[in-house]
């Protein structure tokens, strides 16, 4: 299936590794011309001359902190400057870190709040201007959506406000020919997957794998998901293939999450 995406401008965001650098392959592999950033210049870097090795596309790179407003303006201006347009854009973050409630701090959780929610307002914010032509848009969030995680209070919470936010903007910007939805990762094999699982293994005094399989075992596919799987999904959705659909939140999950 041709998705459309040949030539088309699309800027994906923490793109150095794991889901972001996953959603970057496919959209090259798919003939976009591609803008990857991360907040490591090292990795972005490294990531650049990774995805020009696998699909013979050269992106650009550029360093961004999402929760630097001139930083995310600084990177827009780059892709504009060199390609005059923006057609897709893939709103990504970090993960805030884990914790139970009563031991988060005031600040905790305004650094979460501007990474994770504020990111997302200032960098659609900052491409509206370039999708004159109409564009798709897609935040990636979590499972946490739609069933809260233990432990990760802060996530809950502040992706819970970028789906909000999506749903409102997907109403707001139909009649500027831009879609908006967002895409909800379960258990993909990622750093911060891997992340979590040490620190739930350290606290529960198990290992690694042990907890690794207790997790597998509630998940219907029997494994974890893959960064291309998570890409291909997002590479779809921001493409011209999905060109009704908007306001939506695709679960990419391996049909782990039980609600409705």
């Known amino acids: 299936m041709d998705l459309g995406l040949k030539d088309k401008v699309a800027l994906v965001a923490a793109a150095g590794q794991g889901l972001g650098y996953g959603t970057a392959r496919a959209l090259a592999r798919e003939g976009a011309r591609v803008s990857m950033c991360s907040h490591l210049e090292d990795e972005i870097t490294a990531a650049a001359v990774q995805l ?45 870190p884990a914790g139970y409630f009563k031991e988060l701090t005031d600040s905790q959780w305004q650094v979460a709040f501007e990474l994770t929610l504020l990111s997302c307002v200032r960098l659609i914010r900052a491409v509206l201007p370039h999708m004159t032509g109409g564009g798709a848009i897609v ?3 979590s499972s946490s959506v739609r069933e809260p995680i233990e432990r990760l209070g ?3 919470v502040m992706r819970a406000g970028v789906a909000g936010l999506v749903k409102t903007l997907a109403d707001e910007l139909a009649a500027d020919g831009i879609r908006v939805n967002t895409l909800m990762p379960g258990r993909i094999d990622t750093a911060r997957v891997a ?11 198990v290992s690694v794998d042990e907890v690794r399989a207790q997790s597998i075992a509630t998940i219907p596919l029997g494994r974890l998901g893959t960064i291309d799987e998570y890409g291909r999904a997002a590479a ?9 659909i908007t306001g939506a939140a695709l679960r990419v999950d391996g049909g782990k999450m039980r609600s409705v």
């Open 52 to 96: 020009h090795a696998e699909t013979g596309v050269r992106p650009l790179a550029a360093v961004c902190d999402v929760r630097d407003p001139a930083a995310i303006q600084a990177w827009i201006d780059q892709a504009v400057a060199e390609w005059g347009r923006i057609d897709a854009l893939f709103v990504n973050a970090g993960g805030p």
């Open 139 to 141: 935040a990636s969030t």
């Open 154 to 156: 802060l996530s809950n």
């Open 195 to 205: 992340q979590l699982d040490q620190a739930a293994a350290t606290r529960r005094g």
């Open 236 to 244: 779809f959705l921001l493409s011209p293939a999905a060109s009704y």
